[in-house]
């Protein structure tokens, strides 16, 4: 994907919870269909779930970013839906893939971001990606 310079990103780093009454299988298709979606309004990123917990970075266009995060807002299947980074972005960080998604073991690794806030939310979890087996 080659980004037109003239052409803003902007990113969002957001955390929220698996609605009570679903299971975790949930996410599969929450995920399938959201890659379609995202691709068609030119938004990149990482789902990342813990069985519980969702943290996703999200980049692309600032509008199309803001009309996905009201959707999420208005989801059932989240709860607690907390922003804990937004900034203009100069490059995309997720150019191999459109939306890939990362299952991590256990709780822990999630947790250290959903306390998080600002930059320091945004640098754990970008120091944890590495660590992710990502499926794009």
Do not use: K, W
């Amino acid at each position: 994907m080659t980004e037109d310079p003239r052409l803003p990103l902007y990113e969002v780093l957001y955390c929220s919870t698996l609605a009570q009454d679903l299971p975790p299988g949930t996410v599969g298709s929450i995920t399938s269909r959201a890659r379609m979606r995202n691709a068609e309004r030119d938004i990149t990123g990482l789902l990342v779930f813990d069985g519980q917990r969702f943290c996703q970075h999200l980049e692309g266009p600032p509008e199309a970013i803001d009309a996905l995060m009201r959707q999420i807002e208005e989801d059932p299947r989240h709860v607690d839906v907390r922003v804990v980074y937004e900034a203009p972005l100069a490059a995309r960080r997720y150019s191999g893939f459109g939306m890939g998604l990362a299952e991590c073991e256990g709780p822990d690794l999630m947790a250290g971001v959903h306390v998080l806030i600002g930059e320091a939310a945004l640098r754990h979890f970008l120091a944890l990606v590495p660590s992710f087996d990502i499926n794009g």
